[in-house]
C-alpha cells in the first residue's frame, strides 16, 4: 500500500501534505498507552505521521496528569494540578498538540474525575497534608471521609496498608529528610505537628490517621471500588472541580485539545450534575464521551450533555452478531459436564445475585456501613436495627440490574427491586420502608446508595462472574453477558438504526485497556460457537488424558488459550514470552474468580497445581493437538476479526483502534494489553502494502482494510457521523451469513455499502451456492479489491479475494 501515491481506489491524496488549518471534526480515534518508559509525548509525535497515512483523525490519550512513580497507565493521578513530567511536561504536550495540528488531526484526552492515588502518600501533596492535618486540613474537604467517632477507626482516617500482625512492630521513625515521618517499610507518613518525641507505636497513637490490617474490613474514605490506593474526591464541591480541571481549562482555552473521555463517572456523587458541569467547561463542540458500562438494553440517558459513550454497548453487537447460535447446546452442555452449570440466563442471575451479596459483605464492607448510617440518618431511625436494615440494602443492591438507577429513563427502578425483594422476602418489609424513606429524602443516602451499587456490580460481575463462567469466554467482555448467546442480524441492525440516529458520535470499539481480551483473540474465541461439537469433543479427550486440578479452571483457560495460540504451526513453547503470558493471566483469573484460590487468601497448592497443568498442556499432546485445531480454524477466526473491524469501521458512531489492533493481535486482560507496540513494523508494513494481501499470520489483511475503511471515513465523512444507515439482507440459502448495511449522507440515498461473512464454518463444503444482494442502482466497486458489480451481487463473486467487502457508488 503505497500512500504517498494513492490508488484509484481511494486514497486520498491531500492526506498527506502537512496542512496549517482548524482541526478536522472527529472521524475517527487511536487509543494510544502513554507510558514513561514506552510512549512519551514526543514519541507520539513521531507516529503521527503513520496514524495521518493510516487515516486517523484523533489521538486519544490514556491520561496525561502526573501519576504516581512508574504508573504504566495513568489513571492514579497524584497530582491533577499538573501534566506528567515523565510523559514530557506541558511543553511536550503542546508539542504533540502542535505536531498533530499541523496535520489536520486533533487530540481527544482521557480525564479521571473521581478518584486520585495515594498508595504513596508522599507524591499526593493534598493527601499527605489531610494526614499530616486530619480535619483542619485546608485539603480535607477534597476527599469523602468519614470522621465519625463510630468509624471503626476512633474517628481517625483509616489507611488499610498492613499486611500482617506483625507489621506495627516494624513502625520506625524516618529523620533521614526535612522532617519526621512514620516508616512502614517502603511507606512513609506524616507526623502531626507536636505529636514526636516518643517512639513509634507511640507517635502513631497522636496521629489523624490510623494504620490498619487491609483484612480488617475498615477504611473510612471512599475508594475507587474496593482499591484501597484509589481515594476518591468530592467533584461536587465547586473548588475541587475546579481545581482539578483547571488543566483542562487551559487545554481549551489554548485549543490544545478537541475531545474528553470521562473515566467511570458513575462513580461520582452527582453524575448528571458532574458532566452538566463539564460541558460547559470545554464548550459545545469539543467531543464529550462518559466511560459508562450499560446493562442489557440499558439505554444511555438522551439527557446528558455528552456524544456518547466509549463504546462497550458496541462491542458486544459487532462481536455478538458473529456468534453462531447452533453451537450453543452442545457449549452448554460442555461447560454443565466440566463446570456444573451451563453458564445460562438461569445461572448468571443466581450467580450475579450469590456474588453481589459477597462482594458487599466483605471487601466493599466499609461503603456498606456508611450507607446504612447514612440510610439512618436520612430517614431519622437511628434506632433501627442495624443488622436487618444492611441486610435489606444488600439484597436490593444485589438485585438491581444496573451500575446505578438515577439516571432519567431508570425512574422507576429501584421502586420496581425494592418491590421484588419484599415479595422473595417479606420479613424485610420493615428495613424497606426505612430505606425508601431515606431514598425519597434525596441527600446524603440516596447518593452513596448510586455509588455503592455501582461498586458493587463491577467487582462482582466483570472482576468476579466473567472469570467463573466458561460456555464461551469471548462474551465475558465488559458491558457484555455471558447469558445472551450472541446477537441476531435483526438486533444488530435495529441497534445500529438507534445508534445512527440517537448517538451518531458515541465511540465504537473492539479492543480498550479495560478488555477481558482483544478483538482477535474474542474472534477466535467466537469461532468456537460454530465448531463447537469439535471443540467439546477435543476438550473432553484433553481433559481426560490430562487431567487439569479443576474442571472449571480448565474450560475457562483452554479457550483463552486457544485465542492466543501461535496460528502458523510453531510451538507455543517457541514463541518468546507466552508461557510466561499465559502463566500470568491464569493467575489473576483464577484469583479473581474467588472459587479455589482468592487474592485475599492464596491458595498457593491449588495455584502451583493450575501453573503445572499450563505446562503440560504447552509441552504435551494438548498442544500439538491444539496447534493442528487452530491452524485449521485459523481463516474463519481471520473472517470474523475483519468482518467486526470492518463493520466497525463503518459503522455508526465514532470508531476507535486501540494501539496496535490494525493488525492481529493477541492481547489478553491487562496489564498484558498495555503491552508497548512496535509502531516501527506497522508503519513498514503500510509503506509496503501494494495489492491486496493474503488472508494469513502477517495481518497485512488487517491494515489493509483499516485503511481503507480510514481514508473512505476522510472522503465522505456525510456518509457517517450523521449518515443515514439502512440494513441490507441477502436471499438465497445462504443469505444469513451476510450481515450488510449502507451509509449515505442524511436525506440522500446509499453511497456506501458495507457487507461481511459470518459464520463461515459452515461456508467450507456448501459454498455461497444461489445467494445474492441486491445493490442499489449504479456501478459500485469494491474499494478493497477493485471489482465493479452492478444489480444482483452474487456472494460468491463478492467475496472471492475477501471475506469482506467495501462497495462505493
Not at 472527529?26 to 507516529?47: C, G, H, K, M, N
Not at 504504566?72 to 508539542?95: N, R
Not at 471521609?145 to 498492613?162: C, E, F, H, T
Request: hydrophobic fraction near 40%.
Amino acid at each position: 500500500m503505497n500512500t504517498s501515491n494513492p490508488t484509484a481506489r481511494g486514497a486520498d491524496p491531500s492526506a498527506h501534505t502537512r496542512i496549517k488549518s482548524r482541526p478536522t471534526p472527529v472521524r475517527s480515534t487511536y487509543r494510544l498507552q502513554l507510558r514513561p518508559d514506552a510512549l512519551t509525548f514526543a514519541e507520539a509525535a513521531t507516529i503521527a505521521e503513520y496514524l495521518q497515512q493510516l487515516g486517523i483523525s484523533h489521538l486519544y490519550l490514556s491520561p496525561i496528569l502526573t501519576p504516581m512513580h512508574g504508573s504504566s497507565h495513568g489513571y492514579d493521578v497524584a497530582d491533577p494540578t499538573t501534566v506528567s513530567a515523565a510523559l514530557g511536561g506541558p511543553a511536550g504536550f503542546k508539542a504533540l498538540s502542535d505536531e498533530v495540528r499541523s496535520r489536520g488531526m486533533g487530540l481527544i484526552v482521557d480525564l479521571v474525575p473521581n478518584h486520585v492515588g495515594v498508595a504513596d502518600p508522599r507524591q499526593n501533596p493534598w493527601w499527605w497534608d489531610v494526614l499530616r492535618n486530619g480535619r483542619e486540613s485546608a485539603y480535607q474537604h477534597y476527599f469523602d471521609i468519614d470522621w465519625s467517632s463510630a468509624n471503626g477507626a476512633g474517628g481517625r482516617l483509616a489507611l488499610p496498608v498492613l499486611h500482617g500482625d506483625n507489621d506495627p512492630a516494624a513502625l520506625t521513625v524516618d529523620r533521614t529528610g526535612p522532617e519526621p515521618m512514620l516508616a512502614l517499610h517502603d511507606l512513609r507518613f506524616p507526623i502531626a505537628p507536636g505529636t514526636d518525641g516518643d517512639n513509634a507505636l507511640r507517635i502513631h497513637d497522636k496521629q489523624h490517621y490510623r494504620l490498619v490490617s487491609w483484612k480488617a474490613g475498615v477504611c473510612t474514605y471512599r475508594r475507587f471500588f474496593a482499591v484501597s490506593s484509589l481515594a476518591a474526591v468530592r467533584q461536587e464541591d465547586p473548588e475541587v472541580f475546579e481545581i482539578t480541571h483547571r488543566e483542562l481549562a487551559a487545554w481549551c482555552e489554548h485549543d490544545l485539545i478537541d475531545g474528553v473521555r470521562v473515566d467511570h463517572p458513575d462513580g461520582l456523587s452527582y453524575p448528571t450534575e458532574y458532566l452538566t458541569r463539564l460541558r460547559r467547561l470545554i464548550g459545545p463542540q469539543r467531543l464529550l464521551l462518559v466511560e459508562k458500562i450499560l446493562a442489557n438494553r440499558e439505554p444511555l440517558d438522551a439527557t446528558l450533555p455528552v456524544d456518547g459513550t466509549t463504546g462497550y454497548d458496541a462491542l458486544a453487537g459487532l462481536s455478538g452478531v458473529l456468534i453462531d447460535p447452533e453451537g450453543e447446546q452442545a457449549l452448554t452442555d460442555l461447560s454443565r459436564r466440566f463446570t456444573g452449570h451451563g453458564s445460562d440466563r438461569a445461572w448468571v442471575g443466581e450467580t450475579e445475585h450469590r456474588i453481589k451479596r459477597a462482594v458487599a459483605e466483605t471487601i466493599l464492607a466499609p461503603e456498606v456501613r456508611r450507607l446504612v448510617a447514612a440510610i439512618k440518618r436520612d430517614a431519622a431511625a437511628e434506632s433501627f436495627d442495624t443488622l436487618a436494615l444492611t441486610n435489606a440494602a444488600i439484597e436490593v443492591l444485589a438485585f438491581m440490574p444496573v451500575y446505578r438507577a438515577d439516571y432519567a429513563p431508570l425512574a422507576g427502578m429501584t421502586g420496581a427491586v425494592i418491590a421484588e425483594v419484599e415479595k422473595r422476602n417479606s420479613e424485610l418489609t420493615a428495613p424497606l420502608s426505612v430505606l425508601v424513606a431515606a431514598l425519597a429524602v434525596d441527600g446524603e443516602a440516596a447518593v452513596r446508595f448510586g455509588q455503592v451499587g455501582g461498586a458493587i456490580t463491577a467487582k462482582a460481575v466483570e472482576d468476579t462472574m466473567f472469570y467463573q463462567a466458561a460456555r464461551l469466554v469471548s462474551l465475558q467482555e465488559v458491558g457484555g453477558n455471558p447469558a445472551r448467546f450472541g446477537h441476531s442480524l435483526n438486533e444488530f441492525h435495529l441497534a445500529n438504526t438507534e445508534r445512527a440516529q440517537r448517538w451518531p458520535a458515541a465511540m465504537t470499539t473492539l479492543s480498550t485497556h479495560d478488555a477481558k481480551r482483544g478483538e482477535d483473540v474474542r474472534a477466535r474465541i467466537g469461532v468456537l460457537s460454530q465448531a463447537a461439537s469439535i471443540w467439546a469433543g477435543a476438550v473432553e479427550s484433553w481433559l481426560e488424558q490430562t487431567p487439569p486440578p479443576d474442571g472449571a479452571t480448565a474450560l475457562f483457560l483452554l479457550q483463552n488459550m486457544f485465542g492466543v495460540w501461535p496460528a502458523d504451526g510453531r510451538p507455543a513453547s517457541s514463541i518468546p514470552g507466552l508461557r510466561e503470558r499465559l502463566h500470568l493471566f491464569a493467575e489473576k483469573s483464577i484469583r479473581e474468580a474467588g472459587t479455589r484460590t482468592s487474592w485475599e487468601e492464596p491458595d498457593s497448592e491449588f495455584e502451583k497445581a493450575v501453573h503445572g497443568w499450563i505446562d503440560a498442556v504447552i509441552d504435551g499432546p494438548i498442544g500439538a493437538e491444539l496447534n493442528d485445531l487452530v491452524h485449521d480454524l485459523a481463516p474463519h477466526a481471520w473472517s470474523d476479526s475483519l468482518a467486526q473491524k470492518l463493520l466497525q469501521l463503518c459503522g455508526p458512531g465514532i470508531p476507535d483502534i486501540y494501539q496496535g489492533c490494525e493488525v492481529w493481535e493477541d492481547s489478553l486482560v491487562d496489564p498484558d494489553n498495555r503491552r508497548p507496540v512496535d509502531f516501527a513494523t506497522r508503519t513498514g508494513m503500510l509503506q509496503s502494502l501494494t495489492g491486496i494481501p493474503s488472508l494469513d499470520t502477517t495481518g497485512a489483511a488487517k491494515m489493509w482494510i483499516v485503511a481503507y475503511a480510514l481514508w473512505l471515513r476522510r472522503e465522505r465523512p456525510d456518509c457517517f457521523v450523521g449518515g443515514c444507515y439502512l440494513p441490507l439482507f441477502a436471499t438465497g440459502e445462504q443469505a444469513n451469513r451476510l450481515v450488510a448495511f449502507a451509509r449515505g449522507r442524511a436525506g440522500s440515498g446509499p453511497e456506501i455499502i458495507v457487507a461481511a461473512t459470518r459464520h463461515s464454518v459452515g461456508l467450507v463444503e456448501a459454498g455461497w451456492g444461489d445467494s445474492v444482494l441486491d445493490l442499489p442502482a449504479g456501478d459500485w466497486t469494491d474499494r478493497l479489491t477493485g471489482q465493479v458489480f452492478q444489480g444482483r451481487a452474487a456472494l460468491s463473486n463478492l467475496f472471492a479475494r475477501l471475506p469482506v467487502a467495501l462497495l462505493v457508488r
